[in-house]
């Protein structure tokens, strides 16, 4: 049983490691409270769930603006001193969004500027604290390491939600901003605490051997060298687009405000629950994973895990079709249930489908490609969901909410088997024999 549970070698070998992610896993609660708080204020001020999309366009277009050129930048710059000032500046907004939910300020449009500017500080942040953690640890312990994180990111996509949903309800909005704040300084401690990671020394791509260069050189060379390899690599490049079918036309998250207040009851703790039942599906589908290693036939794994995945949004959104739009003065118990399971589903159909997408992108690139592709892979996960949120937003200003999930589920099935139909070499992946 032992050899199905996380490998917790990492915390035990690098005391810089250690306080790198216990501090990131707690400041993560803190940014999922954020989060689910921001999208119930900005609700709570519009009424509108397409309201509630637009989010995803202001944190969308600075991912993509500084995502695929924050790498160049954690490649010249000293790696620590990087993350610690973008953590710095996501503190600072953190404390904004807090300060004008305490001086009630109720402006939709200052809360997407926030949310603008936190998603391109993220974009530089993320690349910086990923280039780091391979310099504490040795490679071989790199594969536990992963997993930890990603055990971290799932519990606190499941707690922060919930938190931040009964803050809200109890509470109000200023209290679940200050407790971010307040959790983000164990990031800041933690990244403080590290040694200098300075840039290993190279000649690629305009870089010195002393790690220094021309930012605006080496970040336009990186980024199209990345962009043009990606062309010539087709399971690399479905891996992509299956990931964008997803999220794009079937992203959830947008629909949960209405979910809690006019469909199943309960208002924004149920918005809660249902964000909650999303993250623990995914931690289910970690916890019982040791199996998934043995699977060769990683192609096939994740269509059929994203298949799994439009047909749990589908009937999440079928369970909001059956209730319908009402205003219940009480939970609706049974909906609730039903519509958690269904999330619950997708939430593990999407983890099994990161797990053998990101092993495809490690495996079937070459080393010096790596780290550009990776940006790449930043953009995607990142930005996708973001992007998706804006167009369910608006299919739910359309249609509603049930029928925009039914119609975004089964629509990302339909397109999936188109691209499976289109390129026949990804369905035949065999890990075995990796080809990019």
């Known amino acids: 049983m032992r050899h199905l549970l996380a490998d917790t070698t990492p915390l ?5 490691y250690r306080r790198l992610w216990f501090g990131l896993s707690i400041s993560n609660i803190g940014t999922q409270v954020t989060i689910v708080a921001v999208g119930l204020q900005v609700y709570a001020l519009t009424g509108s769930t397409l309201a509630v999309g637009v989010l995803g366009l202001f944190t969308l277009v600075p991912l993509v603006a500084l995502g695929l050129y924050g790498g160049a930048l954690v490649d010249h710059y000293d790696r620590r001193t990087v993350s610690l000032v973008s953590s710095l500046v996501l503190w600072v907004v953190v404390a904004g969004i807090a300060a004008q939910a305490w001086f009630e300020l109720e402006s939709v449009e200052l809360l997407y500027g926030l949310v603008a ?4 500080a993220f974009a530089i942040n993320n690349p910086a604290r990923s280039a780091i953690v391979p310099r504490l640890l040795p490679k071989e312990l790199m594969p536990a390491a992963n997993a930890l994180t990603t055990l971290s990111w799932n519990v606190a996509m499941t707690g922060g939600p919930l938190i931040g949903a009964l803050l809200v309800a109890q509470l109000g909005y200023a209290w679940a901003y200050t407790l971010d ?6 990031a800041l401690w933690a990244v403080f605490r590290l040694p200098p990671v300075p840039p290993e020394g190279s000649a690629v791509d305009g870089v010195s051997r002393t790690g220094r260069g021309r930012v605006g050189a080496v970040g ?3 980024v199209l060298d990345g962009l043009r390899y990606l062309t010539t690599q087709p399971n690399v490049r479905t891996t992509f687009l299956v990931d964008i079918c997803a999220m794009v036309l079937s992203f ?3 629909l949960w405000p209405a979910a809690g207040v006019i469909y199943l009851g309960g208002g924004e703790t149920t918005t809660g629950v249902l964000a909650a039942a999303f993250a623990t599906g995914g931690i289910l589908a970690g916890v019982f994973s040791g199996g998934l ?3 060769r036939r990683q192609g096939q794994v ?7 995945w439009g047909v749990s949004i589908a009937a999440f959104g079928m369970v909001l079709v059956l209730v319908g739009r009402g205003s219940p003065d009480g939970a609706i118990v049974w909906a609730i249930v039903a519509a958690g399971i269904a999330l619950a589903f997708a939430g593990g159909s999407d983890s099994v489908s990161s797990v053998f997408r990101q092993s495809i992108l490690q495996t079937a690139t070459p080393d010096h490609m790596r780290g550009r592709l990776q940006g790449v892979f930043i953009v995607v996960v990142a930005g996708g969901p973001r992007l998706g949120e804006m167009v369910l937003g608006a299919e739910a200003t359309w249609f509603g909410e049930g029928w925009a999930a039914v119609a975004g589920g089964l629509t990302c099935v339909v397109l999936l088997w188109v691209i499976v139909r289109l390129t026949p070499r990804f369905w035949r992946y065999d890990s075995r024999h990796p080809e990019p």
């Open 117 to 120: 500017v936190q998603s391109a």
């Open 302 to 308: 994740i269509i059929w895990a994203i298949t799994a």
């Open 293 to 295: 290693t043995r699977m």
């Open 252 to 254: 959830p998250r947008v």
């Open 181 to 186: 704040m307040v959790l983000f300084l164990a």
């Open 12 to 16: 035990k070998v690098s005391s810089d």
């Open 220 to 222: 336009l060379r990186s």
